[in-house]
């Protein structure tokens, strides 16, 4: 079964800071990754993915984030937060080998960006 | 880009009534799409998959005779909360892929649902 971690449910950056979003993988084969955005009252919008390749993937809004096999983390990251970037994010996985297009999501993490 | 088009955003019903809901891809064919349901400051809870033409396959502990998923065409799907309940209040979402395997999820913009 596959499985995903984010284990900050909030975290808070002051504007102009790095912020980095936490997120771990579980999965019995390769995964798919990706990380997904929410504003309130809205449905979610895709930021970014990780299939194959460069471990460092480059996304939506100045987001990236590093694949690390080894570690099975994914998190995401930005060099300098904006206040705009306040939101919740998800990160997902899907397992290659389930051969379904089914993602599990993360609890989530709210980011805070303080003026 | 994928753009998937939810509709009512909000709907308000009186217990006892059932409430369907709509989920359209706009600009490309989905053979499946995906029904969540999200609470407050909770994560997204996978209710069912939807498949073009067949029966949708419901996740364990999702009532199907209670939450009926219609997939007649490739880019629309339906999601009737039947017999609604106050406990049936909450945030729906469906998401769709174009193309399936690499391809991310697009999600509509969800329907907040509250039964009164």
């Known amino acids: 079964a596959q499985s995903v971690a984010q284990p900050e449910d909030q975290v808070n950056v002051a504007e102009g800071n790095p912020l980095t979003v936490k997120c771990t993988y579980s999965?019995?084969?390769?995964?798919?990754l990706f990380w997904y955005v929410q504003y309130p009252n809205r449905g979610l919008q895709f930021l970014l993915k990780?299939?194959?390749?460069?471990?460092l993937v480059k996304g939506s809004y100045g987001f990236e984030a590093e694949f690390n096999k080894s570690q099975t983390s994914f998190h995401l990251k930005k060099p300098s937060a904006l206040v705009s970037d306040s939101a919740l994010y998800f990160c997902?996985?899907?397992?290659?080998?389930?051969?379904?297009?089914?993602?599990?999501f993360g609890t989530g993490t709210r980011l805070t960006i303080i003026p | 880009g994928a753009v998937v088009s939810q509709h009512p955003s909000w709907v308000i019903c009186k217990s006892g009534t059932s409430v369907k809901i709509e989920c359209r891809s706009l600009?490309?064919?989905?053979?499946?799409m995906f029904w969540y349901r999200q609470f407050p400051k909770q994560s997204l809870m996978l209710m069912a998959t939807?498949?073009?033409?067949?029966?949708?396959?419901?996740e364990q502990g999702v009532e199907k005779d209670k939450f009926l998923i219609n997939h007649a065409s490739l880019t629309l799907s339906t999601l009737t909360v039947t017999s609604a309940h106050p406990e049936d209040s909450s945030f729906y979402i469906c998401?769709?892929?174009?193309?399936?395997?690499?391809?991310?999820?697009?999600f509509g913009n969800g329907t907040r649902l509250t039964v009164t």
């Open positions: 998401s769709a892929s174009g193309t399936g395997g690499v391809s991310p999820l697009h």
């Open positions: 999965v019995s084969g390769n995964p798919y």
């Open positions: 990780y299939i194959t390749g460069d471990n």
């Open positions: 997902a996985v899907r397992d290659i080998m389930a051969g379904n297009e089914k993602l599990t």
């Open positions: 600009d490309f064919q989905a053979t499946t």
């Open positions: 939807s498949n073009e033409g067949s029966k949708a396959t419901y």
